[in-house]
């Protein structure tokens, strides 16, 4: 049973509009979670994080939202960008569990058009 | 900064053999654990390691092992191999492990079964 759903396998956006990459979660317990980033044929790079304590993180074009009642997270991008296409990936941990056990959502493909 | 080290990066095995990866973490990282990518399944946790100690485990058969060495480099390694285990492995490096603490990939070692 998927604990980190991710339920759009890709996304098409205009440069220049917003992105937005939704992640819904079960298992309560989770506490901290993270939106990565990848490449083809290279590993995740960490892109932004939240803790349950908050409900929104903001760094640069990259914001992520959480709902905690809904259990359910977004990272939005504006405005997106061409470099911005790769794959998202949505990730969550437990509050006070190892840092090395992150659940991964399936992933969305972001494709940003010129 | 060197970021994660893996090697070999690419290697192609036959079913029946065992293969030993190799990942180098982020100097002063001690927490490694590492994940398998594939189409299918997406990213899913193996192992972590902390300290020489292995902290968690996900669920993965006993054919999958690691280890982590005093400088914290650590190594998994997978037994008989099987067609399905053909995939991308990724190892990652946090600085101590513990919520709060980003994670950093690795470029991952591509493994082909045949």
């Known amino acids: 049973d998927q604990q980190v759903k991710q339920n759009s396998p890709s996304l098409s956006v205009q440069e220049g509009r917003i992105s937005i990459l939704n992640c819904d979660y079960t298992n309560s317990m989770f506490d901290y979670f993270l939106w990565y980033k990848k490449y083809p044929a290279e590993g995740p790079t960490f892109l932004i994080s939240i803790s349950s304590i908050k409900d929104k993180n903001e760094d640069g074009r990259f914001t992520v939202f959480l709902n905690k009642s809904a259990k359910h997270l977004s990272l939005h991008i504006v405005p997106s960008q061409p470099g911005d296409s790769a794959v998202y990936f949505c990730?969550?941990?437990?509050?006070?569990?190892?840092?090395?056990?992150?659940?991964f959502g399936k992933g969305t493909k972001l494709s940003v058009k010129p | 900064k060197a970021g994660v080290t893996q090697t070999p990066r690419y290697l192609i095995k036959t079913r029946g053999q065992q293969v030993t990866l190799s990942c180098s973490p982020i100097s002063g990282h001690r927490s490694v654990s590492w994940y398998q990518q594939t189409p299918g399944q997406g990213l899913q946790f193996l192992f972590e390691?902390?300290?020489?100690?292995?902290?968690n485990k996900g669920n993965f058969p006993g054919r999958f092992s690691g280890r982590q060495f005093s400088n914290s480099r650590s190594e998994m390694n997978v037994s008989t191999l099987e067609l399905g285990d053909s995939a991308l492995y990724l190892c990652?490096?946090?600085?101590?492990?513990?919520?709060?603490?980003?994670?950093?990939f690795g470029e991952g070692s591509w493994l082909t079964v045949v």
């Open positions: 390691y902390f300290s020489e100690t292995q902290r």
């Open positions: 990652a490096s946090s600085p101590r492990g513990g919520t709060g603490n980003t994670i950093y």
């Open positions: 990730a969550a941990t437990d509050y006070g569990g190892s840092q090395g056990n992150l659940i």
